[in-house]
């Protein structure tokens, strides 16, 4: 395979700009990740310490092998969101355990108790469906109120799906290792109640579907934390708990033992030996544009993802803005569609058979998003963009091989679903921190409006009030452009969490690791194609 002959100049003033700006938004994106590592704020997080118990990401950090990693997932979940502390109170990602890569989670008992809010329930389901796509052992730390009761009628009909994933793995052999460090009540309590291998702390795990004053209530019955719901009962008498642990590092090292004996084996390919790319990823930040209406040329990102940069380029003569081509990402093949400009007609069509050549060679497909959109206008309306631009997302939602997608700017339109959106099952998405994501972009939005309102108001014979059209239109930029931003999308789990840019060849590694988990399918099936 052929070296991407990089052609970035380090000392030119608009990549100068690029790397001060995206240095400014990684800092910021780091920022808001140590706030949430604060979890519940000082006062909860000191009780739990004198209450002798460990945080959820020393638990986590505990359990991993010493050697592994930690791809945290979905940090900031919940950002911006009223009401919701970030992270929506849930830790996960993907980490080795006992040489296993494991979907690992931990409840944030320093908030409200562990309860679950609305933003941790999606992230959580979000967390199950990332463990059985790619068919991950899953360890869960718990210590969990059950429903957050302030909100519960926007998590007691979809939390349902909690339980049902955990079994619905189980039956795939996908085992759910289930670690009680705490109180776990009501749908607290079914979270070990569901899984495959239940651990319980001595002293600590208090597990029960009502607690002692709800008993009480409802039954007269009086009774104690510990005879209702204590791990030693659990171990002892009723059978909930496999396990009983002397303390929470007994728990761990349980939990690490279970993982040794499940006679783990991945059913996809093994990497072959690794390659450095040739180019340094720090230049990555000041590739990419900080503002995403001016284009970089994708090749200079791939130069510095893939093995020893070298890229084997597809069509390279046709459709150039889209970029497609295979390489291999720390020794696991990939195919790579990457942006460069609007989609036409010939780039959907290369875009589509790509995507097809993938599939029949099972080769895993890594998207580089970077989309304004599809192109507008008569000629290419005559041309037959719509039906060119739906092959393309007829083959990437038919596609049976795993997709991983890094949002390396913009994301408007159409575009977002040909390669690759949230909508379209990747395996994991990520977004570079200069990303923003919308139908279009503000100005544009709110320019379209303003002219379908004129043009209402012309049919009608209304005159327009012109300051109040002009601040309506300046309103909904405003708005636009605040929900299009990448802190507001990672909130609304639009992604499975913001990197540093110069992290993705790594991410990217870890993800096709994880994905190999599972065997690598590709498909000759596809829908109608319109020609
Ligand atoms: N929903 C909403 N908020 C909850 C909650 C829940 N399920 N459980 C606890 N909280 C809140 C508490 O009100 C408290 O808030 P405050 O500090 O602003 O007053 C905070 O979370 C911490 O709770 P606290 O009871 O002080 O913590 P603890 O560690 O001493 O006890 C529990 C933890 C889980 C034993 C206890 O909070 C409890 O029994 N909660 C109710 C569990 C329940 O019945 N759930 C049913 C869900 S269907």
Redesign the pocket.
């Known amino acids: 395979m052929r070296v991407i002959q990089s052609r970035i100049n380090t000392r030119d003033e608009r990549y100068q700009a690029n790397y001060a700006a995206m240095s400014t938004l990684v800092e910021a994106v780091e920022e808001a990740q140590r706030a949430t590592r604060a979890g519940g704020g000082e006062k909860?997080v000191k009780?739990?310490l004198e209450r002798g118990k460990l945080l959820p990401r020393e638990r986590i950090e505990l359990l991993l092998d010493p050697d592994g990693y930690f791809l945290e997932l979905m940090p900031l979940a919940g950002q911006g969101i009223r009401g919701i502390e970030p992270g929506g109170g849930i830790v996960g990602g993907i980490g080795v355990v006992s040489g296993v890569e494991c979907l690992i989670t931990a409840t944030e008992?320093t908030v409200?108790?562990?309860?679950i809010n609305e933003w941790g329930l999606h992230k959580s389901l979000r967390l199950a469906e990332i463990a059985e796509k790619n068919r991950l052992p899953g360890v869960s730390f718990v210590?969990?109120?059950?429903?957050?009761?302030?909100n519960?009628s926007k998590i007691f009909v979809p939390g349902g799906q909690t339980f049902r994933d955990i079994t619905r793995r189980s039956k795939e052999r996908i085992p759910s290792i289930c670690v009680v460090a705490?109180?776990s009540?009501?749908?607290?309590a079914y979270l070990p109640g569901m899984s495959d291998y239940v651990v319980m702390v001595k002293d600590q795990a208090?597990v029960f579907l009502?607690?002692p004053p709800?008993v009480k209530m409802a039954t007269g019955e009086v009774t104690d934390d510990e005879s209702l719901g204590g791990a030693a009962m659990h171990s002892r008498i009723s059978g909930v708990s496999d396990y009983l642990a002397d303390d929470e590092l007994d728990g761990i090292r349980i939990a690490r033992e279970i993982v040794s004996h499940l006679n783990w084996r991945k059913h996809g390919p093994e990497p072959r030996a690794v390659e450095p790319p040739l180019y340094a990823p720090d230049e990555l930040l000041g590739i990419a544009s900080a503002d995403v209406r001016v284009p970089f040329d994708p090749r200079e990102v791939i130069a510095r993802i893939v093995d020893g940069s070298r890229f084997a380029e597809f069509k390279r003569e046709y459709g150039g803005t889209l970029t497609c081509g295979w390489a291999y990402i720390h020794g696991y093949p990939v195919g790579i569609l990457a942006n460069h400009g609007v989609l036409f007609s010939e780039s959907a069509n290369k875009g589509a058979q790509f995507i097809q050549l993938c599939n029949q060679q099972a080769i895993p497909l890594v998207f580089l998003q970077n989309i304004s959109g599809f192109i507008v206008g008569r000629q290419y309306e005559e041309g037959g963009i719509i039906k060119n631009g739906a092959k393309m997302i007829n083959a990437v939602s038919n596609s049976e091989v795993p997709l991983f997608t890094i949002m390396t700017g913009a994301s408007y339109g159409a575009g977002n679903y040909a390669m690759c959106g949230r909508s379209y099952d990747p395996r994991l998405l990520f977004t570079w921190p200069n990303h923003r994501i919308a139908v279009m972009g503000g100005e544009q939005l709110a320019g379209v409006l303003d002219i379908v309102r004129r043009e209402a108001a012309e049919k009608q014979g209304i005159a327009v009030d012109e300051q109040q059209l002009g601040m309506a239109k300046k309103m909904l930029e405003t708005q636009v452009n605040n929900e299009s931003d990448a802190f507001y999308a990672t909130g609304h789990l639009w992604d499975d969490g913001i990197i540093d840019p110069r992290q993705t060849r790594d991410i990217l590694g870890i993800s096709l690791s994880a994905a190999s988990n599972r065997a690598v399918e590709g498909t000759s099936q596809w829908g109608v194609f319109r020609h």
Do not use: C, F, I, V
């Not at 409200?112 to 309860?115: L, N, R, T």
């Not at 210590?143 to 302030?150: I, Q, T």
């Not at 009540?185 to 607290?188: E, I, L, S, V």
């Open positions: 909860y009780r739990h008992g409200k108790g562990g309860a210590e969990s109120a059950g429903a957050d009761l302030m519960q705490g109180s009540t009501a749908g607290g208090k009502a607690g709800l």
